[in-house]
Protein backbone atom coordinates (compact mmCIF):
# COMPACT_ATOMS: atom_id res chain seq x y z
CA UNK A 1 0.00 0.00 0.00
CA UNK A 2 1.30 3.54 -0.83
CA UNK A 3 1.22 6.08 1.72
CA UNK A 4 0.76 10.11 0.79
CA UNK A 5 2.72 12.35 2.59
CA UNK A 6 0.62 15.54 3.29
CA UNK A 7 2.20 18.52 1.40
CA UNK A 8 2.48 20.56 5.07
CA UNK A 9 4.95 17.69 6.32
CA UNK A 10 7.62 17.94 3.59
CA UNK A 11 10.67 19.38 4.29
CA UNK A 12 10.85 23.03 2.83
CA UNK A 13 13.89 22.54 0.68
CA UNK A 14 12.35 19.36 -0.99
CA UNK A 15 9.18 21.47 -1.81
CA UNK A 16 10.97 23.99 -3.44
CA UNK A 17 12.74 21.19 -5.89
CA UNK A 18 9.55 19.56 -6.58
CA UNK A 19 7.74 22.80 -7.43
CA UNK A 20 11.24 24.01 -9.57
CA UNK A 21 10.42 21.21 -11.92
CA UNK A 22 6.76 21.51 -12.26
CA UNK A 23 5.57 23.70 -15.77
CA UNK A 24 4.51 27.04 -15.39
CA UNK A 25 1.08 26.18 -15.90
CA UNK A 26 0.74 24.12 -12.15
CA UNK A 27 2.71 26.81 -10.83
CA UNK A 28 -0.12 29.25 -11.33
CA UNK A 29 -2.42 27.28 -9.91
CA UNK A 30 -0.23 26.12 -6.76
CA UNK A 31 0.11 29.74 -5.93
CA UNK A 32 -3.21 29.73 -4.43
CA UNK A 33 -2.78 26.43 -2.38
CA UNK A 34 -0.98 28.23 0.52
CA UNK A 35 0.51 30.72 2.06
CA UNK A 36 4.24 29.07 1.99
CA UNK A 37 3.68 27.86 -1.41
CA UNK A 38 2.53 31.28 -3.02
CA UNK A 39 5.73 32.61 -0.73
CA UNK A 40 8.16 30.14 -3.06
CA UNK A 41 6.82 30.57 -5.90
CA UNK A 42 7.23 34.56 -6.34
CA UNK A 43 10.14 34.79 -4.35
CA UNK A 44 13.40 35.90 -6.42
CA UNK A 45 15.35 32.91 -5.88
CA UNK A 46 12.71 30.22 -6.70
CA UNK A 47 12.37 32.03 -10.03
CA UNK A 48 16.13 32.11 -10.57
CA UNK A 49 16.28 28.77 -10.05
CA UNK A 50 12.60 27.32 -12.52
CA UNK A 51 14.94 29.18 -15.12
CA UNK A 52 18.08 27.05 -14.35
CA UNK A 53 15.75 23.91 -14.55
CA UNK A 54 14.10 25.53 -17.80
CA UNK A 55 17.10 25.81 -19.53
CA UNK A 56 18.15 22.14 -18.53
CA UNK A 57 15.13 20.66 -19.89
CA UNK A 58 15.69 22.71 -23.07
CA UNK A 59 18.79 21.24 -23.68
CA UNK A 60 17.72 17.59 -23.09
CA UNK A 61 13.96 17.52 -24.68
CA UNK A 62 14.78 20.99 -27.22
CA UNK A 63 13.52 24.24 -27.73
CA UNK A 64 9.63 25.26 -28.07
CA UNK A 65 9.27 27.52 -30.66
CA UNK A 66 7.15 30.76 -30.88
CA UNK A 67 5.70 31.68 -33.75
CA UNK A 68 4.80 35.22 -34.77
CA UNK A 69 1.82 35.62 -37.57
CA UNK A 70 -0.16 38.20 -38.60
CA UNK A 71 -3.86 38.03 -39.99
CA UNK A 72 -5.05 41.07 -42.30
CA UNK A 73 -8.02 40.01 -44.28
CA UNK A 74 -9.87 42.75 -43.27
CA UNK A 75 -9.57 46.10 -41.53
CA UNK A 76 -11.87 45.09 -38.60
CA UNK A 77 -9.77 41.17 -39.10
CA UNK A 78 -6.41 42.83 -38.91
CA UNK A 79 -4.36 40.47 -35.34
CA UNK A 80 -1.08 40.01 -34.68
CA UNK A 81 -0.83 36.39 -33.14
CA UNK A 82 2.18 34.52 -30.67
CA UNK A 83 1.61 30.73 -30.60
CA UNK A 84 3.84 28.45 -29.33
CA UNK A 85 4.40 24.93 -30.49
CA UNK A 86 5.91 22.13 -29.33
CA UNK A 87 8.87 20.75 -31.81
CA UNK A 88 7.38 17.62 -31.99
CA UNK A 89 5.88 14.99 -34.86
CA UNK A 90 2.76 16.90 -33.85
CA UNK A 91 3.79 20.38 -34.89
CA UNK A 92 1.65 22.67 -36.32
CA UNK A 93 -1.13 21.06 -35.74
CA UNK A 94 -1.78 22.17 -31.82
CA UNK A 95 -0.30 25.12 -30.02
CA UNK A 96 -0.74 27.85 -27.43
CA UNK A 97 -1.69 30.93 -28.16
CA UNK A 98 -0.73 34.20 -25.81
CA UNK A 99 -2.80 37.01 -25.74
CA UNK A 100 -0.73 40.01 -27.17
CA UNK A 101 -1.97 43.34 -25.28
CA UNK A 102 -0.30 45.48 -27.52
CA UNK A 103 -1.82 47.16 -30.70
CA UNK A 104 0.33 48.99 -33.72
CA UNK A 105 -1.66 51.45 -36.30
CA UNK A 106 0.44 50.54 -39.00
CA UNK A 107 0.47 46.69 -38.91
CA UNK A 108 2.67 44.32 -36.91
CA UNK A 109 5.50 45.00 -34.59
CA UNK A 110 8.97 43.64 -35.32
CA UNK A 111 10.72 40.76 -33.04
CA UNK A 112 13.87 41.67 -31.81
CA UNK A 113 14.23 38.55 -29.97
CA UNK A 114 13.87 36.41 -26.82
CA UNK A 115 15.98 35.20 -24.21
CA UNK A 116 15.02 32.99 -21.25
CA UNK A 117 11.37 33.49 -21.46
CA UNK A 118 11.53 37.53 -22.66
CA UNK A 119 10.42 38.59 -25.96
CA UNK A 120 11.57 42.11 -27.13
CA UNK A 121 9.31 43.62 -29.89
CA UNK A 122 9.62 47.04 -30.96
CA UNK A 123 7.02 48.90 -33.83
CA UNK A 124 9.96 50.69 -35.69
CA UNK A 125 8.43 50.02 -39.12
CA UNK A 126 6.62 53.27 -40.11
CA UNK A 127 8.30 55.66 -37.56
CA UNK A 128 11.39 57.20 -36.39
CA UNK A 129 10.22 57.40 -32.94
CA UNK A 130 9.10 54.08 -31.96
CA UNK A 131 8.06 51.66 -29.00
CA UNK A 132 10.38 49.62 -27.03
CA UNK A 133 8.82 47.03 -25.11
CA UNK A 134 9.37 43.73 -23.60
CA UNK A 135 6.71 41.21 -22.57
CA UNK A 136 6.81 37.95 -20.96
CA UNK A 137 4.24 36.26 -22.39
CA UNK A 138 3.58 33.50 -20.08
CA UNK A 139 3.20 35.85 -17.06
CA UNK A 140 1.23 38.20 -18.99
CA UNK A 141 3.73 41.12 -17.50
CA UNK A 142 5.74 43.88 -19.83
CA UNK A 143 7.35 47.00 -19.39
CA UNK A 144 8.16 49.95 -22.16
CA UNK A 145 11.40 51.35 -21.69
CA UNK A 146 12.12 54.73 -22.00
CA UNK A 147 11.85 56.80 -25.20
CA UNK A 148 15.01 58.24 -26.85
CA UNK A 149 14.74 61.93 -27.43
CA UNK A 150 12.89 62.49 -30.99
CA UNK A 151 15.58 62.57 -33.78
CA UNK A 152 15.59 66.31 -36.07
CA UNK A 153 16.94 64.73 -38.91
CA UNK A 154 15.11 61.02 -40.47
CA UNK A 155 16.79 57.61 -39.06
CA UNK A 156 17.08 54.27 -39.39
CA UNK A 157 17.88 51.50 -36.58
CA UNK A 158 18.90 48.20 -36.08
CA UNK A 159 17.79 46.88 -32.48
CA UNK A 160 19.18 43.24 -30.49
CA UNK A 161 18.29 41.56 -27.58
CA UNK A 162 19.66 39.14 -25.70
CA UNK A 163 21.43 39.32 -22.43
CA UNK A 164 24.82 38.85 -19.61
CA UNK A 165 26.12 35.69 -19.85
CA UNK A 166 27.43 36.23 -16.20
CA UNK A 167 25.34 38.62 -14.29
CA UNK A 168 21.43 37.51 -16.75
CA UNK A 169 21.34 41.27 -17.02
CA UNK A 170 18.96 41.48 -20.22
CA UNK A 171 19.74 44.25 -22.79
CA UNK A 172 18.07 45.80 -26.12
CA UNK A 173 20.49 47.11 -28.31
CA UNK A 174 19.52 49.83 -30.65
CA UNK A 175 21.70 51.23 -33.33
CA UNK A 176 20.64 54.44 -35.41
CA UNK A 177 21.49 55.84 -38.47
CA UNK A 178 21.49 58.90 -40.26
CA UNK A 179 19.22 58.34 -42.94
CA UNK A 180 20.94 61.06 -45.64
CA UNK A 181 24.67 60.47 -43.85
CA UNK A 182 24.72 57.23 -43.40
CA UNK A 183 28.22 56.48 -44.29
CA UNK A 184 29.93 59.53 -43.74
CA UNK A 185 28.98 60.36 -39.99
CA UNK A 186 31.03 59.23 -37.15
CA UNK A 187 28.94 56.78 -34.70
CA UNK A 188 27.65 57.68 -31.82
CA UNK A 189 26.69 54.55 -29.06
CA UNK A 190 25.04 55.65 -25.87
CA UNK A 191 23.35 52.78 -22.92
CA UNK A 192 20.59 53.38 -21.10
CA UNK A 193 20.46 51.93 -17.81
CA UNK A 194 16.51 51.85 -16.56
CA UNK A 195 17.49 51.18 -13.12
CA UNK A 196 19.35 54.45 -13.18
CA UNK A 197 17.03 55.92 -15.90
CA UNK A 198 20.63 58.04 -17.28
CA UNK A 199 22.30 57.75 -20.97
CA UNK A 200 25.83 57.03 -20.32
CA UNK A 201 27.88 56.99 -23.86
CA UNK A 202 30.55 54.36 -24.73
CA UNK A 203 32.04 55.89 -27.80
CA UNK A 204 34.97 53.86 -27.48
CA UNK A 205 32.84 51.13 -28.63
CA UNK A 206 31.97 52.64 -31.84
CA UNK A 207 31.62 49.82 -34.92
CA UNK A 208 33.33 51.01 -38.42
CA UNK A 209 31.38 49.30 -40.26
CA UNK A 210 27.38 49.75 -41.32
CA UNK A 211 24.46 47.61 -41.17
CA UNK A 212 22.42 45.94 -42.85
CA UNK A 213 19.25 47.94 -44.38
CA UNK A 214 15.41 47.98 -43.52
CA UNK A 215 15.30 43.92 -43.34
CA UNK A 216 17.74 43.49 -40.81
CA UNK A 217 18.26 40.23 -39.46
CA UNK A 218 19.67 39.35 -35.26
CA UNK A 219 21.05 36.63 -33.95
CA UNK A 220 21.53 36.26 -29.88
CA UNK A 221 24.32 33.54 -29.75
CA UNK A 222 27.22 32.77 -27.06
CA UNK A 223 26.49 36.08 -24.84
CA UNK A 224 26.65 38.09 -28.18
CA UNK A 225 24.52 39.71 -30.58
CA UNK A 226 24.79 39.48 -33.98
CA UNK A 227 23.99 41.70 -37.00
CA UNK A 228 24.77 41.59 -40.98
CA UNK A 229 27.15 44.29 -41.89
CA UNK A 230 29.18 45.52 -44.57
CA UNK A 231 32.11 47.96 -45.16
CA UNK A 232 31.60 50.16 -47.84
CA UNK A 233 35.50 51.08 -48.59
CA UNK A 234 35.93 48.55 -50.49
CA UNK A 235 36.41 48.92 -54.85
CA UNK A 236 33.62 47.33 -56.74
CA UNK A 237 30.79 46.30 -54.21
CA UNK A 238 30.89 46.08 -50.32
CA UNK A 239 32.42 43.65 -48.21
CA UNK A 240 30.00 42.16 -45.80
CA UNK A 241 30.90 40.26 -42.41
CA UNK A 242 29.25 40.14 -38.92
CA UNK A 243 28.96 42.59 -36.72
CA UNK A 244 28.93 41.30 -33.16
CA UNK A 245 28.39 43.32 -29.47
CA UNK A 246 29.80 41.46 -26.47
CA UNK A 247 26.66 42.10 -23.35
CA UNK A 248 29.76 41.08 -20.97
CA UNK A 249 32.74 43.74 -22.13
CA UNK A 250 30.55 46.09 -24.05
CA UNK A 251 32.59 45.66 -27.16
CA UNK A 252 32.02 45.59 -30.59
CA UNK A 253 34.08 42.89 -33.07
CA UNK A 254 33.71 41.47 -36.47
CA UNK A 255 32.99 37.58 -37.60
CA UNK A 256 34.77 37.10 -41.32
CA UNK A 257 31.91 35.30 -43.88
CA UNK A 258 32.75 32.37 -46.03
CA UNK A 259 34.25 33.91 -48.97
CA UNK A 260 31.24 33.39 -51.31
CA UNK A 261 29.52 35.29 -49.35
CA UNK A 262 31.89 38.11 -48.46
CA UNK A 263 31.76 40.12 -51.89
CA UNK A 264 28.47 40.92 -53.55
CA UNK A 265 26.35 43.78 -55.07
CA UNK A 266 25.41 46.30 -52.59
CA UNK A 267 21.68 45.25 -53.31
CA UNK A 268 22.33 41.86 -52.10
CA UNK A 269 22.07 42.92 -48.29
CA UNK A 270 18.95 41.66 -47.72
CA UNK A 271 19.16 38.25 -48.84
CA UNK A 272 21.33 37.47 -46.09
CA UNK A 273 19.99 36.25 -42.39
CA UNK A 274 21.07 35.34 -39.70
CA UNK A 275 19.84 32.02 -37.34
CA UNK A 276 20.62 30.41 -34.19
CA UNK A 277 20.86 26.81 -35.67
CA UNK A 278 21.11 24.80 -32.13
CA UNK A 279 23.56 26.79 -30.06
CA UNK A 280 25.73 27.35 -33.41
CA UNK A 281 25.59 30.89 -35.52
CA UNK A 282 23.87 30.51 -38.46
CA UNK A 283 23.44 32.35 -41.71
CA UNK A 284 21.00 31.68 -44.79
CA UNK A 285 21.21 32.96 -48.42
CA UNK A 286 19.72 33.18 -51.43
CA UNK A 287 19.26 34.75 -54.78
CA UNK A 288 22.35 35.62 -56.69
CA UNK A 289 24.78 34.31 -53.49
CA UNK A 290 27.23 31.73 -53.66
CA UNK A 291 26.22 30.63 -56.60
CA UNK A 292 22.97 31.11 -56.78
CA UNK A 293 20.13 29.28 -55.49
CA UNK A 294 19.83 29.18 -51.82
CA UNK A 295 22.45 28.20 -49.14
CA UNK A 296 22.63 27.97 -45.37
CA UNK A 297 25.94 27.93 -43.50
CA UNK A 298 26.85 27.05 -39.75
CA UNK A 299 29.94 28.13 -37.88
CA UNK A 300 30.59 24.98 -35.94
CA UNK A 301 33.21 26.66 -34.07
CA UNK A 302 32.13 29.74 -32.62
CA UNK A 303 34.22 32.68 -33.55
CA UNK A 304 36.96 30.48 -36.18
CA UNK A 305 36.25 31.67 -39.39
CA UNK A 306 37.59 28.53 -40.88
CA UNK A 307 34.69 26.36 -38.90
CA UNK A 308 31.96 28.00 -41.49
CA UNK A 309 30.27 24.33 -42.68
CA UNK A 310 27.97 24.53 -45.27
CA UNK A 311 24.80 22.86 -44.08
CA UNK A 312 22.99 22.51 -47.64
CA UNK A 313 21.87 24.36 -50.67
CA UNK A 314 18.92 23.73 -52.87
CA UNK A 315 16.59 25.76 -55.18
CA UNK A 316 13.93 25.13 -52.61
CA UNK A 317 11.32 23.46 -55.59
CA UNK A 318 11.79 26.82 -57.28
CA UNK A 319 9.53 28.79 -54.46
CA UNK A 320 9.86 32.23 -53.04
CA UNK A 321 10.34 31.93 -49.81
CA UNK A 322 11.23 33.60 -46.45
CA UNK A 323 13.56 31.53 -43.93
CA UNK A 324 12.45 31.84 -40.15
CA UNK A 325 14.23 29.25 -38.68
CA UNK A 326 14.92 25.53 -37.89
CA UNK A 327 13.38 22.80 -36.04
CA UNK A 328 15.44 19.94 -33.78
CA UNK A 329 15.32 17.36 -36.48
CA UNK A 330 17.15 19.78 -39.23
CA UNK A 331 14.70 20.57 -41.20
CA UNK A 332 14.16 24.74 -42.21
CA UNK A 333 11.15 26.80 -41.61
CA UNK A 334 9.87 28.76 -44.10
CA UNK A 335 6.93 31.60 -44.83
CA UNK A 336 6.01 29.97 -48.64
CA UNK A 337 2.63 31.38 -49.69
CA UNK A 338 1.00 32.96 -47.06
CA UNK A 339 1.68 29.33 -45.28
CA UNK A 340 4.30 28.27 -42.65
CA UNK A 341 6.15 25.30 -44.29
CA UNK A 342 8.41 22.92 -42.94
CA UNK A 343 11.73 21.51 -45.58
CA UNK A 344 13.63 19.22 -45.47
CA UNK A 345 16.64 19.73 -47.56
CA UNK A 346 18.14 15.51 -47.24
CA UNK A 347 15.41 14.53 -48.78
CA UNK A 348 13.83 17.68 -50.16
CA UNK A 349 10.15 18.12 -49.31
CA UNK A 350 8.14 20.20 -48.44
CA UNK A 351 5.47 19.82 -45.46
CA UNK A 352 2.96 22.70 -45.56
CA UNK A 353 1.30 23.45 -41.80
CA UNK A 354 -2.63 24.56 -41.11
CA UNK A 355 -0.81 27.59 -39.53
CA UNK A 356 -1.70 30.75 -42.03
CA UNK A 357 -0.92 34.67 -42.21
CA UNK A 358 0.70 37.23 -44.16
CA UNK A 359 3.77 36.33 -45.71
CA UNK A 360 6.52 39.23 -44.74
CA UNK A 361 4.23 39.04 -40.98
CA UNK A 362 5.83 35.45 -40.26
CA UNK A 363 8.40 35.30 -37.10
CA UNK A 364 9.85 32.03 -35.84
CA UNK A 365 12.04 32.20 -32.93
CA UNK A 366 13.19 29.38 -30.44
CA UNK A 367 11.46 29.69 -26.86
CA UNK A 368 10.73 29.00 -23.38
CA UNK A 369 8.39 29.72 -20.55
CA UNK A 370 9.56 30.96 -17.08
CA UNK A 371 8.82 33.43 -14.68
CA UNK A 372 11.10 35.82 -15.21
CA UNK A 373 9.70 39.28 -14.47
CA UNK A 374 10.44 42.18 -16.90
CA UNK A 375 10.29 44.65 -13.78
CA UNK A 376 13.21 46.54 -13.13
CA UNK A 377 15.57 44.94 -10.19
CA UNK A 378 13.26 42.00 -9.33
CA UNK A 379 12.81 38.56 -10.85
CA UNK A 380 16.61 37.02 -10.09
CA UNK A 381 18.43 37.24 -6.72
CA UNK A 382 20.70 40.02 -6.13
CA UNK A 383 23.59 37.58 -6.81
CA UNK A 384 22.32 37.72 -10.17
CA UNK A 385 20.70 40.75 -10.61
CA UNK A 386 21.02 43.34 -13.67
CA UNK A 387 18.79 46.65 -15.01
CA UNK A 388 17.41 46.50 -18.04
CA UNK A 389 19.44 47.90 -20.37
CA UNK A 390 19.50 49.80 -24.04
CA UNK A 391 22.32 50.35 -26.26
CA UNK A 392 21.86 52.78 -28.77
CA UNK A 393 24.54 53.48 -31.67
CA UNK A 394 23.45 56.77 -33.47
CA UNK A 395 25.92 57.56 -37.00
Known sequence: MSHRI???????DLEIEILARLPLVSLFRFKSVCKS????ITSPSFVAKHLNQSITNTKINGDKLLVRLYDHKTKSDKKERYLLLNDDDRFGDEYLEFKFPFKNPFGYFRVVGSCNGLLCVVDDYFTDWPRIIVWNPSTRKSVALPTVPRPQRPQKCVYGFGAHPGTREYAVIRIQYDRKYELKLP?????YAQGTRSW???SYAAPTYCMARFRWSDAFVGGSMHWVAYDPC?????RYLILSFDMATESFSEIILPPTLALADPSMTSSLSLHVFGESLAVSCGG???GGGYCIWAMKDYGVAESWTKLFS???????????????????LLALDDSLASYAPGIETLAITGIKGFSPGFHVIPFMETLVSVEIRNGVPDSQRGSWTLVMLCL
Open 6 to 12: PYELLPC
Open 187 to 191: PKVEI
Open 288 to 290: LWD
Open 37 to 40: WYSH
Open 314 to 332: SNLLGKPNKTLGFRKNGEV
Open 234 to 238: VVDGY
Open 200 to 202: RGI
